[in-house]
């Protein structure tokens, strides 16, 4: 069956440190893959797209990667503040044949210690 | 621009009653989509829209759940009759291009819905 994977475990970090978050998903071939934030009673916020034949991609002190081989997605937040806790939600985009998914994880809790 | 807007935020109801859900697109979006988020599921599509056109509805879970979108700047999510298993967080999201995969989804606040 398709699956898509985020460690559940919180992932609890000092301040100024890289947080890096896995996505891992299994039977898909997705032609995107999106992180999004999402933080206590809001809806998520979109951070970054890559997509299949890209490695990597960066915005600010984001990174994301994308291994088609290894179906991993790798999400790094350098030089982490207390603001960046939240949840982080992977998102696979896939479209087949007019219909499209937007299939998210279950995310993973990050909490940035100050 | 305000966001999308759902209303209500809250609402509570008891079981076998109807709840209608409520969403406004951004202004100039043309598909428009709707999930529900709970903590053993997920977060999950339920149907999407676009250009105000049924796309895909194979998330609805049952027939207890219908989704209509009039017109292009408002959307209703209406759960008749509703069951306890429907306590969630629905949250409605829209995207500016219809169809087009990658582009970006605008969730709004959602709303808790709980049925007693």
């Known amino acids: 069956s398709q699956k898509i994977e985020q460690n559940s475990e919180a992932l609890n970090i000092q301040e100024g440190k890289t947080a890096t978050l896995t996505c891992n998903y299994t039977n898909y071939s997705p032609a995107y893959l999106q992180w999004y934030r999402q933080d206590p009673g809001r809806g998520p916020v979109f951070l970054l797209l890559i997509r299949e034949n890209e490695k990597e991609k960066r915005k600010e002190r984001l990174k994301v990667t994308f291994d088609t081989t290894l179906k991993q997605s790798l999400f790094h937040i350098t030089a982490s503040q207390p603001a960046d806790s939240a949840t982080y939600l992977c998102?696979?985009?896939?479209?087949?044949?007019?219909?499209?998914?937007?299939?998210f994880g279950s995310g993973t809790r990050l909490q940035v210690q100050p | 621009d305000a966001g999308v807007i759902q209303s209500p935020r809250h609402e509570v109801t008891e079981m076998g009653q109807e709840v209608t859900l409520r969403c406004k697109p951004i202004s100039g979006h043309n598909s428009l989509f709707w999930y529900r988020q709970t903590m053993m599921r997920g977060l999950e599509l339920l149907i999407y829209f676009n250009n105000n056109v049924p796309i895909d509805d194979s998330g609805m879970p049952e027939d207890r759940f219908s989704a209509k979108m009039p017109n292009a700047s408002f959307s209703t999510l209406k759960i008749q009759p509703s069951e306890p298993r429907d306590s969630a967080v629905y949250f409605c999201?829209?995207?500016?291009?219809?169809?087009?995969?990658?582009?970006?989804?605008?969730f709004g606040p959602g709303t808790r819905l709980t049925v007693l």
């Open positions: 998102a696979l985009d896939i479209f087949n044949t007019g219909r499209r998914a937007l299939t």
């Open positions: 999201a829209s995207s500016l291009v219809a169809g087009v995969p990658g582009d970006t989804q605008y």
